[in-house]
């Protein structure tokens, strides 16, 4: 866990791809996509299981690990109608029934595919904090505070010699709007171009350090 000074908040950032508060009490993950590999499975794909299972836990063990006193997803929680089963909706009500503590969710483009939402969670367009605000998509900020977001699953590329290159989960911070890294296990990351202003942060090893930007490919 690090912690960074942004626009007067503190912000603990997690190698697991989340950030604490500690302020406000707050946790806040974007990206769990519960019941990816379900939804693969649902369409034949040999996919393993087990991805729900090990998010919760994760989620979980970072709740007790910061003492959190409120747990925010900022946006796709849930990844497609298909990835609900029995099987996982029991999982999620499990995990609501132990952690004991306010849950939110800031609907996002995959929750909106939702006819209904498993064991009474219920989505919003956003969450304030103080003057901190969050949303899923970056694209939905105001200049008038900080914003918290997801959707982008933003990665970075690093130079590592001649044409090699490492990619890595970072988490994003361009103006006033900070965008989380996917909390998912099961997925995937996209190449987010950095802008002459933008800082990155990406885990190594047990630790989110800033990037220096001639790092970046």
Request: one cysteine or more; aromatic letters at 6%.
């Amino acid at each position: 866990m690090n912690a960074f000074q942004i626009h007067g908040e503190t912000i603990q950032f997690f190698p697991d791809g989340a950030i604490f508060l500690p302020d406000h009490g707050a946790l806040v993950v974007a990206d769990v996509h519960l019941g990816k590999s379900a939804t693969f499975r649902a369409k034949g794909l040999p996919v393993p299981e087990g991805d729900t299972s090990r998010d919760l836990i994760r989620l979980a063990t970072l709740v007790q690990q910061t003492q959190a006193s409120r747990l925010i997803v900022a946006g796709d929680l849930f990844h497609a109608p298909a990835g609900i089963t029995q099987e996982i909706e029991g999982a999620i009500q499990c995990f609501l029934d132990q952690l004991d503590i306010p849950f939110h969710l800031v609907g996002g483009n995959h929750d909106a595919t939702l006819k209904r939402f498993p064991c009474a969670i219920s989505a919003i367009e956003s969450y304030d904090i103080g003057t901190l605000r969050i949303i899923h998509d970056p694209k939905d900020t105001t200049e008038d505070r900080l914003h918290l977001a997801g959707h982008w699953h933003p990665v970075v590329r690093i130079k590592d010699g001649g044409r090699r290159s490492l990619r890595l989960r970072c988490f994003i911070l361009r103006n006033r709007t900070l965008v989380l890294p996917s909390f998912g296990s099961f997925t995937g990351g996209a190449v987010i171009p950095l802008e002459p202003n933008d800082r990155a942060f990406v885990a190594i090893r047990e630790k989110v350090v800033e990037l220096p930007s001639q790092l970046v490919r």
